[in-house]
Nanobody, 124 residues
Framework: QVQLVESGGGLVQPGGSLRLSCATSGIIFSIYDMGWYRQTPGKQRELVAT???????DYKDSVKGRFTISRDNAKNTVYLQMNSLKVEDTAVYYC??????????????????WGQGTQVTVSS
């Protein structure tokens, strides 16, 4: 059974920091590209940051220089360090695991998985 469990969300003042974690189980974590997405009411879910299985990262322009995505393959966990938070960062943040149709140990992996989300609220 695949599980992605986010934690670390909460209420923080503008300019503050939070660190989100996404602990995974039931997948071969090292072959999955991992991503953080966010969604606000009435809007589509948007990509915030990604980290490939090889460790390459990419960010939404508005979070570059403020957010850092990282992964610990030994702990099957991906992180999102969020600094200098702004009111507009307020959203539910979701973790995604995507194997990108990667071939591993005799089979192709193509199903992606989502966590349940964690609320981040930036407000004074």
């Amino acid at each position: 059974q695949v599980q992605l469990v986010e934690s670390g969300g909460g209420l923080v003042q503008p300019g503050g920091s939070l660190r989100l974690s996404c602990a995974t189980s039931g997948i071969i974590f090292s072959i999955y590209d991992m991503g953080w997405y966010r969604q606000t009411p009435g809007k589509q879910r948007e990509l915030v940051a990604t980290i490939s299985s090889g460790g390459s990262t990419d960010y939404k322009d508005s979070v570059k220089g403020r957010f850092t995505i990282s992964r610990d393959n030994a702990k099957n966990t991906v992180y999102l360090q969020m600094n200098s938070l702004k009111v507009e960062d307020t959203a539910v943040y979701y973790c995604n695991a995507d194997p990108k149709r990667r071939y591993y140990s005799g089979r192709v992996y193509f199903n992606d998985y989502w966590g349940q989300g964690t609320q981040v609220t930036v407000s004074s």
